[in-house]
């Protein structure tokens, strides 16, 4: 419990489509305004998706949307910052419903340093020494600092949105999933960003049981500060 008394329940929700997910946050965080519900964090996986944030420009998706759905992926407009992303299998999906007005901590820019923050204590419990890249939101691996068609390898992906103080969508981790299908796509709009995954970092000392490492590792991270 955090200082103010503060709760965080986390829920594990396996695998769910993109827009069963999006039903779930609306009603968790209506329920969350209405003080019917504790801070909520979902932990889940999608079926091949590609989301656009308020963010998207044209020409982040490399290939069209026709081409797209027919391997399978579904393409959603996503109520969030940021730019397009890939969400599929092997991939760690947070949703973070969050009274922040409630925690005191009414600071956009603050919540998303706490998301990253987090993320790297979770990373490095699992041996993966990432960090941060200023002026950039999401987690990054490797030397060196962006610039023009050159990033750090990157980790995972943060966009949240805010209703009235009660936040909303959140992170993805890749964990093990296949880095291919970014192929599709422009990451983030970050051209030139390379992205990696827990599994690709860990190299020849992936455990059997990564997936549900990972999944602990987030989950004890957050309630270290949320709950």
């Not at 965080?29 to 003080?35: D, E, K």
């Not at 993966?128 to 200023?134: E, G, S």
């Not at 993805?172 to 990696?196: H, K, R, S, Y």
Request: net charge neutral.
């Amino acid at each position: 419990m955090t200082a103010s008394g503060a709760k965080l329940l986390v829920e594990d929700l396996g695998r769910v489509p993109y827009a069963e997910a999006l039903a779930l946050q609306e009603a968790a965080l209506a329920a969350r305004r209405r003080g019917e519900r504790p801070d909520t964090l979902f932990l889940l996986e999608h079926p091949p998706v590609v989301t656009l944030g308020r963010g998207s420009r044209k020409g982040q998706l490399r290939d069209s949307s026709e081409a797209l759905r027919a391997r399978g992926f579904e393409i959603f407009e996503a109520r969030r910052g940021g730019d397009v992303t890939y969400h599929g299998p092997g991939q760690l999906v947070g949703y973070l419903i969050l009274d922040l007005s409630a925690r005191g901590e009414r600071d956009l820019h603050a919540y998303l340093r706490s998301l990253e923050e987090l993320l790297v204590a979770a990373l490095a419990s699992l041996g993966v020494p990432a960090r941060t890249l200023p002026g950039y939101t999401g987690v990054f691996v490797g030397a060196g600092e962006a610039r023009p068609g050159s990033f750090p390898r990157k980790l995972a992906s943060i966009g949240v949105g805010v209703r009235g103080w009660v936040t909303w969508h959140g992170f993805a981790l890749n964990v093990d999933v296949q880095l291919e299908a970014f192929e599709a796509i422009v990451p983030c709009g970050l051209e030139g960003v390379e992205m990696t995954s827990v599994e690709r970092e860990l190299g020849a000392d992936v455990p059997a049981d990564l997936p549900a490492r990972a999944r602990e590792a987030v989950r004890a991270s957050f309630l270290s500060r949320y709950g």
